[in-house]
Nanobody, 123 residues
Framework: QVQLVESGGGLVQAGGSLRLSCAAS????????MGWFRQAPGKEREPVSA????????YYADSVKGRFTISRDNDKNTVYLQMNSLKPEDTAVYYC????????????????WGQGTQVTVSS
């Protein structure tokens, strides 16, 4: 089993930045595709970004391209999401996910999930 714990969410003004972290425990996730999803009130959960086990391949939703950067540190079993130029429409609960399948990041499904961290961007 894998446990994922997110941190770094909070309240920020539009144009500001936040850095989310996701620490994995229970089993090494160094070979897993890792990523972030988000769910806004009244909307379905959507993939935001994902990264291959090596870090050499990444995926970004069109809505966050150029503003968000995903990275990982396999030695620390941690994945990060640097969010810059935040917009009110980025407001959502952000979930960390791990995928056991050897898929490209754009196909991340999420076999394991964190509990979520709230990101609120005020206008």
């Amino acid at each position: 089993q894998v446990q994922l714990v997110e941190s770094g969410g909070g309240l920020v003004q539009a144009g500001g930045s936040l850095r989310l972290s996701c620490a994995a425990s229970g089993r090494t996730t160094s070979r897993y595709v890792m990523g972030w999803f988000r769910q806004a009130p009244g909307k379905e959960r959507e993939p935001v970004s994902a990264i291959s086990w090596s870090g050499g391949s990444t995926y970004y939703a069109d809505s966050v391209k150029g503003r968000f950067t995903i990275s990982r540190d396999n030695d620390k079993n941690t994945v990060y999401l640097q969010m810059n130029s935040l917009k009110p429409e980025d407001t959502a609960v952000y979930y960390c996910a791990a995928d056991r399948r050897p898929v490209v990041p754009s196909l991340i499904r999420g076999d394991y999930w964190g509990q979520g961290t709230q990101v609120t961007v005020s206008s």
